[in-house]
């Protein structure tokens, strides 16, 4: 679309600028008047964090065809108070800590913006609706909640100007609520992430990926696009200088796929280009020739002997086996009144920052190869990138951009290696951006698991064995795997003083998308099952779920279940604060909630009904009769 | 991604008509553009370039509504934001805003029209449902040697599968004609998986006049969304209600009827056992906003003992 | 049955803190810089979780000076000292004890030249909030002009710092080891309704008590709760990564449904301070260990409030009516 002559005005200045191949305002808006706080997190309408105003109506600046905001007047982000100002929402958000890695903010506070024009005096359920579009992922909500109403009562006058102010020192900065050092620069849209950021001369990188999740790779084929006008390099496995394989325990993912590709959207080559939109169609000119293989997507059956193998070196597709064992589990057992015995069973869940993956790579004056990207292990990355492209270790530099959500999801190396890769190649710098498609394709996800449980307990609660087996599928690559078994193994049985025990986790290769670190790290499936499980056992003894598991909680001089002994517990004090805390009522888990006296309580919310905005028209129409 | 070579905005219908009657295979017509861009990313419909687009979001004759003789005329860039915040559509179309408030979000609702709305046919789209039960005609130009020409086809005619409209090529929906439903409590019901940008599994919209005494259903209008290849309107239950006395039992007994009408290629026990409570709830929030009182539990539970 | 049921369930949790079954180690530089400002560099930086401003707080704290004067060199292989990932629920503990050390070490020399000046005894001298003085002396200077004394008597107080988590490996056959020197306990409780007509559950409530050591930024370790326990209640209710022989059904946030502000529950967060004894600063962690209990709560209270067990998550409003149906079918079978 070369020839199309665009008007309008931009936080308060007037723009006259071709549209440049950005079809989209939001892209527009980034790389034409250079405005980077709307950002990309899905592309599709979904999370609001590209939401501008247009005209004085909040829209997702991700599904607007650039033409379509010709003549209009946009604020963004930036426009919202003056150059090293914040407004009232702003320092709200400051104050109460409502930005956390900052992403999802510039949208948020636009959304909230949008909130209190459209009525300075709604109420919190209303709030809630009129953020709906926007989607966060690290705050929980709650402190965006509070700034909100905050500020409202701010700008409304209910509240003092003075309430935005910071707190005291008091007598100490430790244990002191200091506000967020960095939230100035979130809740403006002035911080930079990976992905915002460019460099004179800088390429654009496109990956393509596999649509097999099995297959032997018979040849590649990259002259075509080569040849396209605008290509600067296309790069493959066979560009890897060094000793290819990165991964957080066991190297065994290479940087590009080399004979054979594992999981659907396993990178396989590599294109930059002058634009983004050549490369994209240089994507189309690769010819990949695959051989498909038949793929194992269960991890019980990739267990039996025979099936398919993902990675020759794992010819029984374990990645990793933890068994633990403390006393005689028989002899437990045989003490116990009753056995309880049952299943449990999680799913694979994507981290879902807001961020997706970017990165940017240059070769610096020195010869340093140098990679900026939102990852959460630079040290191990330029390890293991030394290897990869045979250079000395103070050769390589990793620079750890602002991370825009990370959960143990940047942890691996998954794109960085093709970055440096071409940097390299080219002596240009290179950008890399993930689309949110490729991001939930390409990249690790929570392990799911599959749990089998037998606690045997006497008649008072105090549990006398447990066995606990749990399969985990670890997909395509090992990734963190190994260390997420171990974990989950090692907390799987939970804070309590145990005899007899007998605990396996595994984690198994298949053909699936890759498992990897993810907040908790294998600790959230197990204790799932093991606090189910008491519930159901409490059921059985009829006692109180806070009760059971008191007799059996460890203790100061406790060993756990790896034997170690505990030097300091405050299991005791927390379960007491938590059960005077929430006001619980005393009683045996038996379904007695219709009959229960302590719900509802002022530490609750109400229960959800659409339409706040007008329940109060219609409340106002009642007053106006009265 | 989408990508394209030509961008159109006709500032007029006949402008409008002369566009779309040059527009090519590869072309494309939008208005909010909400449903477009989506579907041209991965794992949908990929990379898609259109030769043109044609905009029809500055169309002069497409703006606003008319209401006159007892029909609410909605043009054709009549967006979702317009139900909640406009108090005569809110009067007269007394469904809508609870309908809008579960489509999508505030931002999505300012740029989404109703007309693109059942233009795109989508099986589990929230627009369709009320505008069947409000006996609701889509009205469509085309050129005809040059001249504008009108047809008028209803709305359960219009949709016929999913995706699937009688819209021609080089036709273009002017506007939705409804019966104005003033003086009617209306209510929809919906179900996802969570409360916002929720992505409808059922939906269900009733319409509801009771007689001056607040007894008798003096007309009932209800329709499902989601449960099928296209929207259904519920004539037969709407027959069963119609003149007779307000009762619990009455409506329940109705209500257990269009757990058949499910037709769904997936999930048609979690959608048969939704919709028999769905209906139910839609009368009684319909009846609610007549100004009858929400039924307490113990007479849900008695009227289905 | 009523079409709403409420209920509440409650789980406990415990978690380790750094790296699992090995030695942790993480490094920091400090510089009392001029201007009373302070440069603290290490390799490490924010993933959201605070981290910067907790380092903040704790330069501040032990160099005297304000958390706005404080200055952090972060994010860089080439420029920093090693501090390796930002993960494991380590930030806290490892790096903000290895800064508590090397502000300290840093401290030494300006305190010694100080002392040396004013002729007291080093151990006597404090300094709090850009203030720094002699205790039972009226001798008292801003940290500006002791850092400007410092220089001028030829001395750079900079300093650093490495800080050990201690942790061994895992016997290969019985699993014995002593994975973590801290550990963090903590409780949740929720509140649920269950809407028995469409399957939904909303959480209404939760109650989150934790143990986190001592808490740098009460407000920040909140933050990390509420942010933990709506993940936790995200892979409870709705989030599902599917996949059909390996090819992806949820491309999108449009399938792959994440929670919005309305699903939230009314958060009540409760921390217990029981200090870490083998670290300086005695903080321990939460970013990880507040999600690990919140959906066998959720769970937990579905049960109490329909007699369902939900043992395969998510709770999808279809997985909730069909085990509700199943609960129907097996009680006629029971009267039948």
């Known amino acids: 679309m070369p020839d199309t002559m665009l008007n309008m005005t931009v936080n308060g200045r007037k723009v006259a600028k071709p549209i440049n191949g950005q079809y989209r305002l939001l892209d527009f808006l980034r790389e034409e008047v250079h405005l980077t706080g709307a950002k990309e997190g899905c592309g599709a309408g979904e999370c609001g964090t590209c939401s501008v105003f247009v005209d004085g109506k909040l829209v997702k600046s991700c599904l607007m065809p650039t033409a379509k905001a010709d003549g209009a007047e946009i604020q963004t982000v930036e426009g919202l108070a003056g150059r090293g100002e914040l407004t009232a929402l702003q320092q709200a958000f400051h104050k109460t800590g409502a930005s956390q890695c900052g992403y999802?903010?510039?949208?948020?506070?636009?959304?909230?913006?949008?909130?209190?024009?459209?009525?300075?005096?709604?109420?919190?359920?209303?709030?809630?609706?009129?953020?709906?579009?926007?989607?966060?992922?690290?705050?929980?909500?709650?402190?965006?909640?509070?700034?909100?109403?905050?500020?409202?009562?701010?700008?409304?006058?209910?509240?003092?100007?003075?309430?935005?102010?910071?707190?005291?020192?008091?007598?100490?900065?430790?244990?002191?609520?200091?506000?967020?050092?960095?939230?100035?620069?979130?809740?403006?849209?002035?911080?930079?992430?990976?992905?915002?950021?460019?460099?004179?001369?800088?390429?654009?990188?496109?990956?393509?990926?596999?649509?097999?999740?099995?297959?032997?790779?018979?040849?590649?084929?990259?002259?075509?696009?080569?040849?396209?006008?605008?290509?600067?390099?296309?790069?493959?496995?066979?560009?890897?200088?060094?000793?290819?394989?990165?991964?957080?325990?066991?190297?065994?993912?290479?940087?590009?796929?080399?004979?054979?590709?594992?999981?659907?959207?396993?990178?396989?080559?590599?294109?930059?280009?002058?634009?983004?939109?050549?490369?994209?169609?240089?994507?189309?000119?690769?010819?990949?020739?695959?051989?498909?293989?038949?793929?194992?997507?269960?991890?019980?059956?990739?267990?039996?002997?025979?099936?398919?193998?993902?990675?020759?070196?794992?010819?029984?597709?374990?990645?990793?086996?933890?068994?633990?064992?403390?006393?005689?589990?028989?002899?437990?057992f045989a003490a116990a009144d009753i056995i309880v015995e049952n299943s449990y069973s999680t799913q694979q869940v994507e981290h879902a920052y807001l961020e997706p993956e970017a990165g940017l790579a240059y070769v610096d004056h020195d010869g340093v190869v140098t990679v900026v990207s939102p990852s959460q292990n630079i040290t191990h990355h330029r390890h293991m990138l030394s290897t990869i492209i045979d250079k000395p270790i103070n050769k390589v530099r990793f620079i750890m951009s602002p991370v825009g959500g990370g959960f143990g999801g940047k942890e691996d190396m998954i794109y960085q290696g093709m970055l440096a890769l071409t940097a390299m190649k080219t002596?240009?710098?290179?950008?890399?951006?993930?689309?949110?498609?490729?991001?939930?394709?390409?990249?690790?996800?929570?392990?799911?698991?599959?749990?089998?449980?037998?606690?045997?307990?006497?008649?008072?609660?105090?549990?006398?064995?447990?066995?606990?087996?749990?399969?985990?599928?670890?997909?395509?690559?090992?990734?963190?795997?190994?260390?997420?078994?171990?974990?989950?193994?090692?907390?799987?049985?939970?804070?309590?003083?145990?005899?007899?025990?007998?605990?396996?986790?595994?984690?198994?290769?298949?053909?699936?998308?890759?498992?990897?670190?993810?907040?908790?790290?294998?600790?959230?499936?197990?204790?799932?099952?093991?606090?189910?499980?008491?519930?159901?056992?409490?059921?059985?003894?009829?006692?109180?779920?806070?009760?059971?598991?008191?007799?059996?909680?460890?203790?100061?001089?406790?060993?756990?279940?790896?034997?170690?002994?505990?030097?300091?517990?405050?299991?005791?004090?927390?379960?007491?604060?938590?059960?005077?805390?929430?006001?619980?009522?005393?009683?045996?888990?038996?379904?007695?909630?219709?009959?229960?006296?302590?719900?509802?309580?002022?530490?609750?919310?109400?229960?959800?009904?659409?339409?706040?905005?007008?329940?109060?028209?219609v409340d106002d129409k009642k007053q106006e009769v009265a | 991604m989408f990508t394209f070579d030509h961008y159109l905005c006709p500032k007029d219908l006949r402008e409008a008509l002369e566009m779309i009657e040059r527009l090519p295979e590869d072309g494309k017509i939008i208005a909010g553009a909400t449903d477009v861009v989506p579907y041209a990313r991965e794992g949908r419909g990929g990379d898609i370039h259109f030769s043109t687009i044609v905009d029809l979001s500055r169309v002069d004759e497409f703006r606003g509504y008319e209401i006159a003789k007892g029909k609410v005329r909605l043009n054709a860039n009549v967006v979702f934001q317009d139900f909640l915040e406009d108090d005569e559509l809110r009067a007269h179309l007394p469904c809508m805003p609870y309908c809008a408030i579960w489509f999508a979000d505030d931002q999505v609702r300012e740029q989404a029209t109703l007309a693109g709305n059942i233009?795109?046919?989508?099986?589990?789209?929230?627009?369709?449902?009320?505008?069947?039960?409000?006996?609701?005609?889509?009205?469509?130009?085309?050129?005809?040697?040059?001249?504008?020409?009108?047809?008028?086809?209803?709305?359960?005619?219009?949709?016929?599968?999913?995706?699937?409209?009688?819209?021609?090529?080089?036709?273009?929906?002017?506007?939705?004609?409804?019966?104005?439903?003033?003086?009617?409590?209306?209510?929809f019901q919906k179900v996802g998986q969570r409360r916002s940008?929720?992505?409808?599994?059922?939906?269900?919209?009733?319409?509801?006049?009771?007689?001056?005494?607040?007894?008798?259903?003096?007309?009932?209008?209800?329709?499902?969304?989601?449960?099928?290849?296209?929207?259904?309107?519920?004539?037969?239950?709407?027959?069963?209600?119609?003149?007779?006395?307000?009762?619990?039992?009455?409506?329940?007994?109705?209500?257990?009827?269009?757990?058949?009408?499910?037709?769904?290629?997936?999930?048609?026990?979690?959608?048969?056992?939704?919709?028999?409570?769905?209906?139910?709830?839609?009368?009684?929030?319909?009846?609610?906003?007549?100004?009858?009182?929400?039924?307490?539990?113990?007479?849900?539970?008695?009227?289905?003992? | 049955m009523a079409r709403r049921a409420r209920g509440r369930g409650m789980a406990a949790s415990w978690y380790g803190i750094a790296r699992t079954a090995t030695i942790d180690r993480a490094g920091a530089w400090v510089e009392m810089d001029d201007g009373g400002t302070a440069k603290v560099v290490t390799g490490v930086t924010e993933i959201g979780e605070g981290i910067l401003t907790v380092l903040a707080q704790i330069a501040a704290e032990e160099l005297g000076v304000r958390p706005e004067d404080v200055t952090i060199g972060d994010n860089d292989t080439a420029r920093s000292p090693e501090a390796a990932h930002a993960g494991a629920t380590r930030q806290t503990y490892m790096i903000g004890n290895s800064v508590a050390i090397a502000c300290r070490d840093a401290r030494v020399k300006l305190d010694r030249e100080l002392a040396d000046h004013w002729q007291v005894d080093a151990g006597t001298i404090k300094a709090f909030d850009g203030e720094i003085w002699a205790e039972g002396t009226n001798k008292r200077m801003t940290v500006e002009e002791a850092i400007d004394l410092c220089k001028k008597r030829g001395v750079v107080p900079v300093g650093s710092g490495s800080f050990t988590a201690h942790g061994t490996g895992l016997d290969p056959v019985d699993g014995s080891g002593a994975p973590w020197q801290a550990y963090v306990f903590g409780c949740q409780v929720a509140e649920v309704e269950v809407d028995t007509l469409t399957g939904e559950v909303q959480v209404l409530g939760m109650w989150a008590v934790h143990d986190v050591g001592r808490a740098i930024n009460p407000r920040g370790v909140e933050g990390q709760i509420e942010g933990g326990i709506v993940q936790g209640l995200g892979q409870a209710l709705m989030e599902d990564y599917q996949l059909d022989k390996g090819h992806t059904t949820t491309h999108g946030f449009a399938k792959y449904i994440l929670p919005t502000s309305l699903d939230i529950p009314q958060i009540n967060t409760k921390l217990v301070e029981d200090r870490d004894p083998r670290s300086p600063l005695g903080a321990k962690g939460i970013g990880e260990p507040a999600l690990v209990p919140t959906a066998p709560a959720i769970m937990n209270a579905i049960y109490d409030a329909i007699g369902v067990r939900i043992t395969s998550l998510p709770a999808t409003p279809e997985a909730i009516l069909k085990a509700l149906e199943e609960k129907e079918a097996a009680a006629l079978q029971m009267t039948g």
Not at chain 1, 179 to 200: E, F, W
Not at chain 2, 206 to 214: E, N, P, R, Y
């Open chain 2, 119 to 187: 233009a795109n046919a989508s099986p589990a789209a929230d627009g369709t449902p009320p505008l069947l039960a409000m006996d609701a005609e889509v009205e469509i130009a085309r050129l005809v040697d040059g001249e504008v020409r009108y047809r008028t086809i209803s709305i359960d005619a219009f949709v016929h599968g999913p995706g699937k409209t009688r819209l021609e090529k080089g036709e273009l929906i002017c506007a939705v004609t409804c019966r104005s439903m003033k003086g009617y409590g209306g209510s």
């Open chain 1, 104 to 332: 999802c903010i510039p949208g948020m506070v636009m959304a909230a913006t949008s909130a209190l024009r459209e009525n300075p005096y709604a109420d919190i359920e209303e709030i809630k609706e009129r953020l709906g579009g926007n989607i966060c992922r690290c705050t929980g909500y709650t402190k965006i909640f509070e700034a909100v109403e905050l500020a409202r009562d701010v700008m409304n006058g209910r509240l003092p100007a003075t309430a935005l102010d910071p707190d005291g020192a008091g007598e100490s900065y430790i244990g002191n609520n200091v506000r967020r050092l960095d939230a100035p620069s979130k809740v403006s849209g002035a911080l930079k992430y990976a992905g915002d950021m460019v460099m004179q001369d800088m390429l654009h990188m496109q990956v393509l990926r596999s649509p097999h999740p099995h297959a032997r790779i018979v040849s590649i084929d990259t002259s075509a696009a080569e040849a396209l006008e605008g290509v600067e390099c296309v790069i493959t496995h066979k560009d890897v200088p060094g000793k290819d394989g990165f991964g957080v325990f066991v190297h065994d993912q290479p940087v590009m796929a080399r004979d054979k590709v594992r999981y659907v959207g396993e990178a396989v080559a590599a294109v930059s280009a002058e634009t983004h939109e050549i490369a994209r169609r240089a994507l189309a000119l690769i010819k990949v020739e695959y051989e498909e293989l038949p793929g194992v997507f269960d991890p019980e059956e990739a267990m039996q002997p025979g099936a398919v193998v993902v990675h020759d070196y794992a010819q029984d597709n374990v990645v990793k086996h933890i068994p633990i064992r403390k006393g005689d589990v028989e002899a437990g």
């Open chain 2, 197 to 305: 940008l929720v992505i409808s599994k059922v939906s269900a919209v009733a319409l509801v006049k009771t007689s001056a005494d607040g007894r008798t259903f003096e007309d009932v209008r209800l329709a499902l969304g989601g449960i099928g290849p296209v929207p259904v309107r519920l004539t037969d239950i709407e027959d069963m209600l119609k003149g007779q006395a307000i009762t619990r039992r009455l409506i329940a007994e109705a209500s257990v009827i269009p757990a058949d009408r499910v037709a769904s290629r997936s999930r048609v026990e979690y959608r048969k056992r939704v919709v028999r409570g769905f209906v139910e709830a839609a009368i009684e929030d319909a009846l609610v906003a007549c100004g009858a009182p929400m039924p307490t539990e113990e007479q849900r539970e008695a009227a289905h003992a």
């Open chain 1, 427 to 617: 002596g240009r710098p290179v950008r890399l951006v993930f689309t949110r498609e490729e991001s939930i394709l390409s990249t690790a996800k929570r392990h799911p698991s599959r749990v089998t449980y037998k606690m045997g307990l006497k008649n008072d609660g105090r549990i006398t064995a447990v066995s606990f087996r749990m399969i985990s599928d670890g997909g395509a690559y090992g990734m963190s795997t190994e260390g997420v078994m171990r974990k989950a193994a090692i907390l799987s049985l939970g804070p309590y003083d145990l005899a007899n025990v007998e605990i396996d986790t595994y984690g198994i290769y298949t053909n699936n998308t890759p498992s990897g670190a993810f907040r908790t790290f294998g600790a959230m499936q197990a204790q799932f099952a093991t606090e189910s499980h008491l519930d159901i056992c409490a059921e059985k003894l009829g006692l109180d779920p806070f009760e059971i598991r008191r007799r059996n909680m460890m203790k100061i001089g406790s060993l756990t279940h790896t034997q170690q002994k505990l030097e300091t517990v405050s299991i005791a004090e927390v379960l007491e604060t938590a059960e005077a805390f929430c006001r619980w009522e005393t009683g045996a888990p038996t379904s007695r909630g219709a009959t229960r006296t302590d719900l509802g309580g002022p530490d609750t919310r109400a229960s959800c009904t659409l339409g706040a905005r007008f329940r109060q028209i």
